[in-house]
């Protein structure tokens, strides 16, 4: 999972922008592990519920304020990859319990790298990043695991708040996107953005 969502997410932005890819990947992610943990069992409130549906909402506002030809078709469906991997890696996740200790997110993140050096392979794409490259994917890789180790030990201490909050990274890459590298955003995709983290929020206080 982690490896899909992963790959998706960079091939979505090498096509698209963070303002379209980001929320795709924020909402799905938020919905599959929240679904899988009220269908386990996990008390939830009215709140909850209707953050989600602003979640949603704001998605919807994001996507149709994208400029035609501007990757638009190419950002929904990578971000939806990209969604559906995170979200399916997260879930899996929720089912674990503090005697796994760390375990589960370390054989994740193994699989995942493993997974991405063959998609390498085939691309014909270095597997081992090249010059200065290699120390900001070493870090990066560092940190992408702590988060997941954390992110395992907040579902294990509250599953809800944990599984939604742990979603929230993409809207960093929104905020990059747009000090980094000048990604465009209108009014509409902002008002989105507003909504989906106003539902994320609703779903945490919830």
């Known amino acids: 999972g982690f490896g899909i969502g992963m790959v998706a997410y960079l091939g979505g932005l090498m096509r698209s922008s963070a303002t379209m890819i980001a929320p795709m990947v924020a909402t799905i992610t938020v919905v599959l592990p929240f679904g899988v943990a ?5 008390e939830t409130t ?23 030809g501007s990757g638009t078709r190419a950002g929904l469906l990578w971000g939806a990859a990209s969604g559906f991997g995170y979200g399916v ?24 790298c493993l997974l991405t050096a063959v998609v390498a ?3 014909h794409s270095p597997v081992v990043p090249r010059g200065a490259v290699r120390w ?3 870090w990066s890789g560092v940190f992408g695991g702590l988060a997941s180790v954390l992110y395992l030990l907040g579902i294990q201490a509250d599953v809800l708040p944990a599984a939604v ?11 990059i996107g747009r000090l980094v590298f000048g990604d465009s955003v209108r009014p509409v995709q902002a008002l989105g953005l507003g909504f989906v983290l106003a539902g994320v ?3 945490v206080v919830g």
């Open 46 to 68: 009215g709140l909850a519920l209707l953050g989600v549906g602003v979640a949603l909402m704001g998605l919807l506002f994001i996507t149709a304020g994208g400029r035609a």
């Open 38 to 42: 009220v269908a386990g069992g996990a």
């Open 165 to 175: 909050t742990g979603a929230m990274f993409p809207v960093v890459s929104v905020a």
């Open 121 to 123: 392979v085939v691309v």
């Open 136 to 138: 900001t994917a070493l």
């Open 89 to 112: 890696a997260l879930a899996v996740l929720i089912g674990t319990s503090s005697a796994s200790g760390s375990w589960p997110a370390v054989v994740q993140r193994v699989v995942a």
């Open 201 to 203: 929020a609703g779903v």
